[in-house]
């Protein structure tokens, strides 16, 4: 009799939002086995969501392959658990684990995945960065994590490095040792005032993205304020653009100009398989309260090529190039734009979800002297649209002008 054993480790149960950032992960998080009943008894120890206090005894690991303690109340771990065979390791959303033990990965040589996101561990052992077969790591939503190791370069074989949600203030050069990564997503914290003397160097060395050139997925975030990223980010993008395996893309341009970049061009994209993009261009301030709905957000987040512009005035040669091809828009405080038409309806077609606030000279949607200039199969440009929210619009009279 066969067992399928699915483990969705990164699946967020919390908020609707991740849910939809899971099709995304996908291929990372479900991990299916179909062993006989009897071997998966011996080689799988699978407590989730137990509420375990404790971790099992140190003698039921030793010959384990997979070991899974998700979504429990543990605290604290074995000193050295003996597990030669164990390839893969959750203990993601054990919100009270706060230290792992020095020696702890001392004696698995043979771990491939290891999960620790959602814990409230401060660093990471050195012993970690002896596990020469690691894969994949995760450490998504560890909050308490402020720096990366330089020691990360050892680990070669890496593939799926998650820092997302963490709140390290820089990437140590290190990282461009890992040349088999496909997955690298991180967050920047900016540094506080007390802290900023103790940083120093670059918030991305210069050379660690390019020297990457496996990297098929790559999400940077910061803080939109974070005058670090301000400062470097045209040398990144430089870098960005040599990836020639990218598909997946999310990365905060503070200017418009640096989206050429990217070199968009009337048929195809700087990145032929560029699949899915997040883009945030303009300069943003970011807000205690947004003033776009929950559902808005989760409107516009579904769609795999979303473009924001933000802060921005008329209707830049940039961002129509890249709106071409995106499937959702959201234009926020735009200072002079009468006419969301005049981003050109070529350039919406492939549009299905469009939302725009404050931009307090915007008139009207679409134009009608625009309509009757145009030619018939230019009319069209929004027959793909599926979702529309307007909101805060000062000067707003008509969504269709007639002449």
Excluded at 282 to 298: A, C, K, N, P, Y
Excluded at 343 to 369: H, P, S, T
Aim: glycine fraction near 4%.
């Amino acid at each position: 009799m066969l067992e399928t054993l699915i483990n969705f480790s990164l699946l967020d149960y919390e908020q609707e939002i991740e849910f939809v950032k899971m099709k995304k992960k996908i291929r990372y998080i479900l991990l299916e086995y179909i062993v006989p009943t009897e071997e998966a008894q011996v080689l799988f120890l699978v407590n989730g969501g137990m509420g375990l206090t404790k971790p099992p005894k140190v003698e039921q690991w030793e010959g384990l392959i997979e070991i899974c303690l998700m979504d429990n109340d543990i605290s604290e771990l074995p000193i050295s658990p003996s597990c030669p065979k164990l390839r893969k390791l959750f203990l993601e959303r054990n919100y009270k684990l706060r230290i792992i033990p020095p020696s702890f990965f001392d004696n698995m040589p043979a771990l491939q995945v290891l999960n620790l996101s959602r814990t409230s561990i401060k660093s990471l052992p050195e012993s970690l960065f002896k596990l020469f077969n690691l894969r994949r790591l995760f450490l998504n939503r560890c909050v308490l994590i402020t720096t990366l190791s330089p020691e990360v370069g050892e680990l070669k074989q890496l593939e799926v490095l998650d820092l997302e949600g963490t709140e390290i203030m820089y990437l140590p050069k290190e990282v461009g040792q890992l040349t088999n990564l496909t997955c690298l997503e991180v967050s920047f914290f900016e540094p506080t005032s007390q802290r900023r003397l103790e940083q120093s160097g670059e918030i991305i060395p210069c050379g660690a993205i390019s020297a990457l050139s496996q990297l098929e997925e790559l999400n940077i975030d910061m803080s939109y304020d974070d005058k670090r990223w301000n400062a470097s980010a045209e040398a990144v993008v430089s870098e960005i653009c040599r990836l020639e395996s990218l598909h997946t893309l999310k990365v905060y341009f503070p200017k418009v100009e640096l989206l050429s970049h990217l070199d968009w061009n009337e048929e195809n994209m700087a990145f032929p398989s560029l699949s899915y993009f997040k883009f945030t261009v303009g300069h943003l301030v970011e807000r205690i309260i947004s003033r776009v709905s929950g559902d808005t957000e989760l409107e516009l987040e579904r769609h795999d090529r979303y473009l924001k512009y933000v802060n921005g005035e008329g209707v830049p040669g940039d961002i129509k190039k890249v709106l071409r091809h995106s499937t959702a828009f959201f234009l926020d405080r735009n200072s002079t734009i009468s006419r969301l038409s005049d981003f050109g309806y070529r350039n919406m077609q492939q549009l299905k979800c469009l939302v725009a606030g404050q931009c307090n000279e915007l008139q009207a949607i679409i134009g009608g002297d625009q309509i009757e200039s145009s030619s018939s199969d230019a009319t069209v440009g929004l027959v793909s649209l599926e979702y529309m929210h307007i909101y805060y619009m000062k000067n707003l009279r008509s969504i269709w002008k007639v002449l």
